[in-house]
């Protein structure tokens, strides 16, 4: 069992680049200026490891005209960045009643049900959480490029498909139990 908890959290928090970006935000002097920033806050060595991920232009309140240009890590497989970008609080709570699941498997298997459906009701969660934050960005931004709104939508949709997946585990560890105990 020790074997198989270290396993995942190996494969969960070892593999891949960390999800992070550098996001930029410039005032424009006129809004109809093209112009192209670079992610000067790397060393020169790391710049290639960057690549261009989206660029808004919005107006603040006082009327001056800001272009915010995000520039993301070109490696963004891998678990480990699922988890960040699934938004780390979800996810930890996810992986627990994962955790919890397989405990409950092993030591009381007709509580295996119940942890599975809480993990579809906080996966189920997390999405209605996600998506009012969408709509609120929505909302005050105004003209957003649908590349980001689908952006977000990914975003918000990693944390419900972690919570479907163990819920179709614990059906399964339940389907297993009652074929191997009748």
């Not at 627990?96 to 993990?119: H, S």
């Amino acid at each position: 069992m020790k074997r198989i908890l270290f396993f995942l959290c190996g494969l969960l928090f070892g593999l891949g680049a960390p999800a992070q970006e550098i996001v930029r935000t410039a005032p424009v002097v006129r809004p109809d200026t093209l112009f192209e920033t670079e992610p000067a806050d790397l060393p020169a060595d790391r710049e290639a490891d960057w690549r261009f991920s989206s660029q808004i232009t919005f107006t603040d309140a006082d009327g001056v005209v800001h272009v915010k240009t995000t520039y993301e890590p070109r490696n963004t497989k891998g678990p480990a960045n699922l988890f960040r970008e699934g938004g780390t609080g979800w996810m930890s709570v996810l992986t627990l009643l994962l955790v919890a699941l397989v405990l409950a498997a092993v030591k009381m298997p007709d509580r295996v049900r119940e942890i599975g459906a809480l993990a579809l009701c906080v996966g189920t969660l997390s999405l209605l959480v996600g998506l009012y934050g969408i709509s609120d960005v929505l909302r005050n931004v105004g003209d957003v490029p649908s590349t980001v709104v689908y952006g977000g939508l990914h975003v918000a949709l990693i944390a419900p498909l972690y919570g479907l997946g163990i819920w179709i585990l614990s059906l399964v560890i339940r389907l297993a139990r009652q074929i191997f105990n009748s």
